[in-house]
């Protein structure tokens, strides 16, 4: 049996996500159903550490069709999660090889969804 090395270990991708959503205008994070959330008055992301048996994951709000396209176009990193899949929000894959840089755009697409018009405009005047 091959011996597990830290370089055969994948970063915990939690902090960064998290980074990513408090870096935005009045973010706040606070545990739903036993995940950690985050906030713009209303929940934009949420992480999903295997939520029902699920991939490690977030689970973000998208733009109408978005997710349609997403998951028909890549669906080996992106699926339609449960409860608020619905209601058109992404699931995207953390136990894959990561773009941060486009994880960082969906995440900021997602508050954009949510965040009333004044933090919107905040964010693009930073």
Do not use: N
């Not at 830290?6 to 606070?30: G, K, Q, S, Y």
């Not at 136990?95 to 697409?109: F, K, R, S, Y």
Request: with cysteine.
């Amino acid at each position: 049996m091959r011996a597990v090395t830290d370089d055969a270990v994948a970063p915990d991708p939690l902090p960064r996500l998290r980074r990513i959503c408090l870096a935005l205008p009045e973010v706040t994070e606070r545990p739903s159903h036993g995940e950690p959330t985050w906030f713009v008055g209303k929940a934009f992301v949420m992480y999903s550490d295997h939520h029902h048996g699920g991939p490690l994951a977030f689970w973000c709000a998208a733009a109408p069709g978005v997710q349609e396209e997403q998951v028909e176009r890549e669906p080996e990193r992106f699926f339609r999660p449960p409860y608020v899949g619905t209601r058109g929000w992404l699931g995207v894959r953390l136990d894959v090889d990561l773009d941060w840089a486009e994880i960082e755009g969906i995440v900021v697409d997602a508050y954009r969804q949510v965040a009333p018009r004044r933090l919107v405009a905040r964010l693009d005047a930073d």
